[in-house]
């Protein structure tokens, strides 16, 4: 009868350029060849560097998991060289070692090699070449990334193209070489203008918006593109110039004809540059504005900026931190030179990156409603305190599975030392193989129970530690709160600890909703904001009894509770007796 084996196969990349369909069908033939069976649910591929960290790598994790619990009873692995397990020695040599330690073999098909003979005895033979092998295939790994970078860096000398189709603005790819792109070069040289005459990265980027100049990506796409900063994918012919793009250019020399690249070796003699805490490269490139007009552009540029930075004066408390609840992208800050019109808008309908009808709101009404209800709500108050509760427990607890945990390692020692005592016995005679093989799945199962413990344990006081660290200032937090501090950065920063997200709902120029999510559990708190009135009306409220959740938000933070719900909390909630019982707060503005 075949014996159940699994596959770990590995290749460095998900992009459908490497596949590890050729390792796995050698490695069922080879596996058939020395009768071992293998099943579609045993094979595990891998799409992972060989230098990615341990916990990293889901695949073998996942097999290594199946195996620590017993659920499933390989008789070997097999990889098809040494480098599929690790890259890093010390990782391949931990990975290897753990599966010895539970007696399963792994076959390496070349060379071929394996890690356990059929006496039960580890390898001398695998344990020499397994070594050599990996640090073989680590530093085989080092040279091909110096060879890649030499590479990279002999074909930017030549003026050859690197990046594929995505080419610096300005710039295209033509039988591999950069070239110059003769429309976009043309606004290139619009930008370095516009900046000389004293536009700033913002001016410059609506100016382009206004003309309906395409961006490199919506030239090259025709696809939603997932966000970064875990908003709403946008399409790719939606996405609009903005001051940071424009600041990429006005700062990158290769408009010059400087070309730059990551600085990797200290012996290359090139002209090299420093940008923050890295040194680049720099290497000769097609200009597309002279150097003068570049440098001519520096100055205003850094002229206009260090003014910029002279005049903002303003702290918005709840920037990053606000989502339209119609749209799911962020609502951020603005304020007008004369300070007339200030207020948080929806991104979206400033870029027009998604369609959005949802209302700007003045700085002063949001920020103060935020502030004003986690001062005075004593449900707040509750949550603290129920929080600071939570801490204490949580510290007891890590302090009593942290003595577990020691405890477990050590009877682990013993069972492990037992085993190996158990395998010398049998090699020694002194067992049949059937009381052999009893007695060594009764002390496996042991050791394996003791290490699924430990495991668990380690989760646990993970979980235990993030917990702790994340209100382990709440004392400073609640004094901080009830001081009733004018001090914007102190506050907002305040109100980055407590809350993860504020969405923003703008029903009419009457009424708003705001929707705060705590960091400390799962814990939303929905106010109506009566703006004529300057009232706070809470929504959802009593802690301790639980959230009464009226609203449902999707993973942007985009509302998807229906306008009959939102229209029926506006008139139950509006209403004079019920703001009696729900005590309205008067929002107090900041200083």
């Not at 596959?7 to 069908?25: D, L, P």
């Not at 004094?479 to 950065?489: F, I, N, P, T």
Request: charge should be positive.
């Amino acid at each position: 009868m075949a014996k159940i084996a699994a596959i770990y196969s590995r290749v460095s990349t998900s992009t459908g350029k490497q596949s590890t369909s050729r390792q796995v069908n050698e490695l069922i033939g080879y596996a058939k060849t020395l009768g071992y069976k293998i099943a579609e649910e045993d094979i595990f591929e891998e799409f992972r560097s060989g230098y990615s960290k341990k916990k990293e790598r889901v695949e073998m994790e996942n097999l290594l998991e199946l195996i620590r619990s017993g659920k499933k009873k390989y008789k070997a692995i097999f990889v098809s060289e040494i480098s599929r397990i690790a890259r890093d020695p010390q990782v391949g040599r931990q990975i290897v070692d753990e599966l010895t330690q539970l007696n399963i073999p792994v076959f390496v098909k070349n060379p071929s090699l394996v890690s356990i003979e059929a006496d039960g005895k580890r390898s001398g033979m695998f344990n020499i070449i397994f070594q050599i092998l990996l640090e073989l295939a680590n530093t085989e790994a080092q040279f091909m990334k110096i060879r890649s970078i030499s590479g990279v860096i002999e074909k930017v000398r030549q003026g050859g193209s690197i990046g594929g189709i995505m080419q610096p603005y300005g710039y295209t790819s033509e039988k591999k070489k950069l070239v110059i792109e003769t429309t976009e070069a043309e606004i290139i040289k619009m930008i370095f203008d516009l900046c000389i005459n004293g536009n700033g990265t913002k001016k410059i980027a609506n100016r382009l918006n206004e003309l309906n100049i395409p961006t490199k990506v919506s030239i090259l796409f025709d696809k939603k593109m997932l966000q970064k900063n875990g908003r709403p994918p946008v399409h790719s012919k939606s996405i609009k110039w903005k001051d940071g793009t424009i600041y990429g250019i006005l700062t990158n020399p290769i408009y010059k004809g400087l070309r730059r690249l990551i600085r990797h070796d200290e012996n290359e003699q090139v002209q090299t540059e420093t940008k923050g805490n890295k040194t680049y490269n720099l290497f000769d490139s097609p200009p597309i504005v002279s150097e003068e007009t570049w440098e001519k552009a520096q100055k205003t540029f850094k002229d206009n900026f260090r003014h910029s930075i002279r005049n903002k004066k303003f702290h918005y408390i709840l920037k990053d931190i606000v989502t339209c609840a119609k749209c799911g992208s962020s609502y951020a800050g603005r304020m007008k030179t004369d300070k007339k019109d200030q207020f948080y808008m929806c991104s979206a309908r400033r870029t027009k990156t998604r369609p959005c009808d949802n209302p700007a709101i003045s700085i002063e009404l949001l920020e103060s409603s935020v502030w004003t209800f986690l001062q005075f709500n004593t449900d707040v108050d509750k949550l603290l305190l129920d929080i600071n509760e939570n801490y204490n427990q949580n510290v007891t607890e890590k302090v009593k599975i942290e003595s577990e945990i020691i405890q477990l390692r050590e009877t682990l020692r013993i069972e492990e030392g037992k085993l190996t005592r158990l395998k010398d016995q049998y090699a020694e005679g002194d067992w049949t193989k059937e009381e052999y093989k009893k007695r060594l799945n009764t002390r496996s199962n042991s050791v394996i129970k003791i290490q699924k413990s430990i495991i668990e344990r380690e989760v646990r006081i993970n979980f235990l530690e993030e917990s702790i660290k994340s209100v382990s200032d709440l004392g400073e937090m609640n004094s901080v709160k009830k001081a009733l501090l004018k001090d914007r950065v102190k506050i907002s920063e305040l109100i980055s600890k407590l809350l993860r997200r504020v969405t923003l709902l703008v029903i009419d120029r009457n009424y708003a909703i705001i929707s705060m999510q705590y960091k400390f559990g799962d814990w939303f708190y929905s106010v109506l904001v009566d703006r004529n009135s300057k009232l706070l009306i809470p929504i959802t409220y009593n802690i301790a009894n639980g959230i009464d959740k009226i609203f449902t938000f999707d993973e942007y933070g985009r509302i998807i509770s229906d306008q009959e719900t939102i229209d029926k909390v506006i008139f139950d909630f509006s209403d004079e007796a019920v703001m009696g019982f729900r005590e309205p707060l008067l929002w107090i503005p900041f200083s």
